[in-house]
């Protein structure tokens, strides 16, 4: 047996430095970390049971989903502020194959306006609720505290930038989702394999 088959295998059993660096805790050229990808399906999960919420209440109010909905709420974002946060200051991978460049432009501004828009747009309904005097209730009896005290004027400023900006993440999220059917389904590349975990060829 080598060496370099002698000094691969002591790093592997004792956990050495070249076992370590398997483990990709950021983002970079090559791929996404595990943890972006465990955090995407997370979001992914949030975002949608809080539409579907949304829907469901805008048919028949409930006072125990609307705390569902605010749990879901508060739960979204502290994850969507870490997950801007490491957006921002990571690498972000290479497109896979040979897509048009105007392509990855829209498609990673797309996605950087999304993140962005699931920090803000927790913060907008927060002080909405606020200024409406609304108390944010969750499952338990728990309370979440009020950002400010109650000012219709501005519970009215609120509520409209909440929907001037929740206008444009739906469409957002509809075209992110566009992109991700098409190069799963027309362009048959890895991308969407790539955020299930499997480390693809560029």
């Known amino acids: 047996m080598s060496k370099l088959q002698t000094s691969h295998m002591t790093d592997a059993q004792q956990g050495g430095p070249r076992a370590q660096t398997r483990f990709q805790l950021r ?20 975002v949608i049971s809080i539409i579907a919420i949304e829907i ?5 109010p409930g006072t125990e ?5 605010n749990l879901l709420g508060a739960l979204l974002f502290p994850i969507s502020v870490y997950r801007f ?19 990855v432009i829209v498609s990673r501004s797309v996605a950087a306006a ?34 400010m005290r109650p ?5 009215q400023i609120f ?14 999220l509809a075209l992110h989702i566009f992109g991700a059917c098409k190069n799963h389904f027309v362009l048959k590349n890895d991308a969407l394999k790539r955020m299930l975990g499997k480390r693809v060829e560029l």
């Open 27 to 46: 983002d970079n050229g090559l791929g996404f970390s595990p943890i972006t990808i465990v955090i995407h399906w997370i979001v992914a999960a949030l």
């Open 56 to 60: 469901v209440l805008s048919v028949s």
């Open 65 to 69: 989903l609307t705390k569902v909905l």
């Open 85 to 103: 946060w490491a957006r921002v200051t990571s690498w972000h991978p290479l497109p896979v194959g040979a897509p048009n460049p105007v392509e």
């Open 114 to 147: 999304l993140a962005l828009a699931m920090v803000l747009l927790p913060i907008a309904a927060w002080l909405a609720k606020s200024a409406a005097g609304q108390l944010i209730a969750l499952p338990g009896g728990l309370i979440i505290p009020a950002l």
């Open 151 to 155: 000012d219709q004027q501005a519970a």
């Open 159 to 172: 509520e409209v930038l909440f929907r001037i900006g929740a206008t444009p993440f739906l469409l957002g």
